[in-house]
């Protein structure tokens, strides 16, 4: 299999922090906003730059939701930042009414996603914001698997018209794919060929996917991995021509079964060609806290238990 490898690990946010930087030289529509996580969220170079196009709303995220739609009716692209339970959960309705509802070109950029948020405990660990955001009617849901994708995912929404929710995370991860790398968005990408079983993947999963797929090959199976970086709109194509193939699929994220990625792939897979699955995501769970290492670990969200599922739903084919 092809092998890809670990560039050095960077953290997913910091690839949003650059491409920020990025656009704010070369998009004057851009302008930001965020919720008192500045340095959380990467964006000074974006600030010390386009002062005028920077908007620090404080601790009021339903507020900054609001502010950003108006922004939109004056022709600006405004990149809404928090951390993901804040920028999600906190302020549903308002994304809901003011946003989706409306169509309003915002793009609500949201780091420290996931259980690998780590240390700061079960209440900041949001696994139920994919759903959430993929039920809107018209939103745009990506989640990229490392830094250099974040980079190119947040310059691609930039050009995108609607409404988009932008994942990523806290903890640096391996940083693998091409940083010249084109992002399309609702394409995904093949990383390896198989005929076996289908690996879709994404988010932090991907890399963990690779591993696993590795770790198969030496087992004398043929796995095939997808870089599922759009949950919605999802490439149904691609899912449905590799199970046609391989019989079977492990779908796997960082986010509650109920609501992500394997349950649209689920869906779409009852509706067009019922296939075997298993899921690597947590079971109807909230975290608690931990390194990331020790709650990947735990919930089942590593190499390790891919393996094992693999295994597991090839017998059912």
């Known amino acids: 299999m092809k092998k890809y490898i670990d560039q050095g690990k960077n953290d997913t946010r ?7 930087t990025e656009l704010g030289r070369t998009n004057p529509n851009v302008v930001a906003l965020c919720a008192d996580l500045v340095g959380s969220l990467k964006i000074q170079p974006f600030i010390d730059e386009n002062p005028e196009r920077f908007f620090q709303v404080g601790i009021a995220e339903a507020n900054m939701m609001g502010i950003a739609a108006g922004l939109t009716i004056g022709g600006k692209i405004p990149f809404a930042s928090s951390f993901a339970n804040f920028a999600t959960g906190r302020v549903y309705d308002q994304i809901r009414q003011s946003i989706a509802y409306s169509d309003k070109n915002v793009k609500i950029c949201a780091s420290h996603a996931g259980i690998t948020l780590g240390e700061d405990g079960a209440t900041h660990q949001i696994l139920e914001d994919i759903g959430l955001m993929k039920m809107l009617p018209g939103m745009t849901v990506i989640n990229p698997c490392d830094y250099n994708q974040t980079k190119a995912a947040t310059l691609a929404i930039a ?17 693998f794919t091409p940083e010249d ?3 399309e968005i609702g394409k995904a990408l093949m990383l390896n060929e198989g005929t076996d079983v289908t690996i879709v993947a994404t988010g932090h999963l991907v890399w963990e996917a690779l591993i ?21 709109p999802l490439d149904e194509e691609a899912v449905l021509k590799s199970v046609k193939k391989t019989g079977c699929i492990v779908t796997c994220e ?14 779409l897979l009852a509706n067009q060609h019922p296939t075997p699955q298993e899921f690597i995501a947590t079971k109807d769970t909230f975290g608690e806290s931990g390194t990331p290492e020790q709650l990947m670990e735990k919930y089942g969200l590593n190499n390790k238990a891919i393996v094992e599922a693999v295994l597991k739903v090839m017998k059912k084919k």
């Not at 910091?14 to 920020?20: E, I, Q, R, T």
């Not at 696993?212 to 919605?232: C, D, M, P, R, Y």
Request: no cysteine; net charge negative; proline share 3%.
């Open 14 to 20: 910091s690839g949003y922090g650059a491409a920020m």
């Open 159 to 175: 050009d995108y018209e609607g409404p988009v929710y932008l994942r990523f995370g806290r903890p640096k991860v391996a940083n």
């Open 181 to 183: 790398q084109k992002f």
């Open 212 to 232: 696993a797929a590795e770790k198969l090959e030496e087992q004398g199976v043929s796995a095939e991995v997808i870089n599922i970086h759009t949950i919605k």
């Open 254 to 267: 960082e986010h509650n079964y109920l609501g992500g990625l394997g349950e649209s792939i689920s869906g």
